[in-house]
């Protein structure tokens, strides 16, 4: 990731940029506080993406899964926090996500300092984080035009394979990881609404044609 924030590698730590709507925090913060000690929040300046490889930097919230969270979602109680977590986020979507949103990612360029509409299908705003058994780092991604319903069910997947993935080293992250090794980490990987599976997404904008 790429700005570093020592979170605590057995919780769930939600890190968000000081520049996100505060209602989407607050709703955040009031749905995630059943979790108690088991969620911990951190915020950081906001310093807008930059037009780097942007989908490797950290979205500018991020719910980072520890372990023993994760196996909080593999056991019975994971028909608890699925609808916790969903119910987080919907703030969230309403803000950032589908036609309505209230609000456009720009990212500044480097050359000029002038800003524009990232090259990319996928949110810089919101990601889901978690790290493998063989400390493989995935970074989950959401696209900006999915309607509710795909983001939930995006979301409802992502849970799932995240569990798989953190606690048994095994699903469709894994077969993917494993299919196709990063060179550069986190491993980029998001929800295919027309396949409805999981596929690995290129970090290089567009325009570079790689």
Known sequence: MARR?????????????????????????????????SVEFYETPDKGPQASIILLTMSSIALVFGAAFVKKL?????????????????????KYFGEGAEYECQIITSSQSSKKVPETDYSLVLALYCVGKNNERVKLLYKTNWEQ???????????SSITKFVNSGAGEVQDLIDKSP?????????????????????????????
Do not use: H
């Open 149 to 159: 319903s795909q983001f939930e069910k995006a979301t409802d997947i992502y849970l």
């Open 74 to 94: 593999g056991d019975k109680a994971a028909e608890d926090c699925y609808p916790i977590i969903k119910k987080s986020l919907q703030t969230i979507y309403k």
């Open 182 to 210: 990063n060179s550069m980490q986190p491993a980029l990987i998001a929800w295919d609404e027309i396949s409805d599976k999981l596929i690995k997404i290129n970090p290089m904008p567009r325009s570079i044609g790689i």
């Open 5 to 37: 924030i020592k979170v605590n590698p057995q919780i769930l730590n939600v890190v968000f940029e000081d520049g996100i709507d505060s209602e989407a925090i607050l709703n955040l913060k009031s749905e995630l506080a059943t979790f108690e000690d």
